[in-house]
């Protein structure tokens, strides 16, 4: 069966740009999360919806920042005027409740590369 | 407050040896654990999990871990380790108190097994 999709796989942006990064769970899902992990670290954590409520936004790193879920299935990162340290891949992972011993899915992650 | 060290950033072992590799974690309260199996270019595969009862778990591809709570440990194995093992493994927790759903990853462990 399908899993978690992401798009683009790979993105170059130059400094200043704006990016969307999108993400499409497994269909029913209804905890999302993203993650960003940068070169020769785990994931950490950024946010989270259950269903299209964006619960928890604690781990994004600025203002620049923002995630959306408007009807409960797909999801857009959007980074606004990126800069070099916002190169990272961010992953995204769904997962069928909302329990804390839910398995999560990832997705493939989408590479960003900030010149 | 949670976390996770993974205290060696890699393994090597040869085909046929077994392998562990290690995690130990740190929760306010009782612990959901989770491995990772990550492979180049892709996203994050679950392994397996604990969350309560038997401290042994079995999970997928051969590989088990065992919950010790006296040590705070939730080591990876498997008897037999194969070439395609090589991966980048990542330890996760959640602490069971107030049921988080926010895991915290260790900065992972590169499995290499040598032919």
């Known amino acids: 069966g399908a899993g978690v999709s992401q798009s683009p796989r790979y993105k170059v942006a130059k400094r200043g740009q704006d990016v969307a990064l999108r993400c499409d769970p497994i269909s029913g899902h209804v905890s999302l999360f993203w993650y960003q992990q940068a070169l020769g670290q785990g994931p950490e954590f950024l946010t989270y919806f259950q269903n299209e409520a964006q619960l928890d936004k604690s781990g994004l790193p600025s203002d620049r920042f923002f995630a959306e879920r408007p009807e409960g299935s797909v999801s857009t990162l959007k980074i606004q005027r990126t800069q070099q340290e916002d190169s990272a891949v961010y992953l995204c992972?769904?997962?069928?409740?909302?329990?804390?011993?839910?398995?999560?899915?990832f997705g493939p992650g989408t590479r960003l590369t900030v010149l | 407050a949670q976390s996770v060290a993974q205290p060696e950033d890699q393994v090597n072992v040869a085909e046929g040896n077994p392998l562990t590799v290690k995690c130990t974690y740190s929760v306010s309260g009782n612990p959901y654990l989770f491995w990772y199996v990550q492979y180049p270019n892709r996203g994050l595969q679950f392994l397996l999990k604990?969350?309560?009862?038997?401290?042994l778990v079995k999970g997928s591809y051969g590989f088990e871990a065992e919950f010790n709570k006296s040590q705070t440990s939730f080591h990876l194995k498997k008897p037999s380790a194969l070439v395609s093992d090589s991966a980048l493994y990542f330890c996760?927790?959640?602490?069971?108190?107030?049921?988080?759903?926010?895991?915290?990853f260790g900065r992972g462990t590169s499995l290499i097994v040598h032919p």
């Open positions: 604990y969350i309560t009862g038997d401290n």
């Open positions: 992972a769904s997962s069928l409740a909302v329990g804390s011993t839910d398995t999560q899915y």
């Open positions: 996760a927790v959640r602490d069971r108190t107030g049921g988080s759903y926010i895991p915290t």
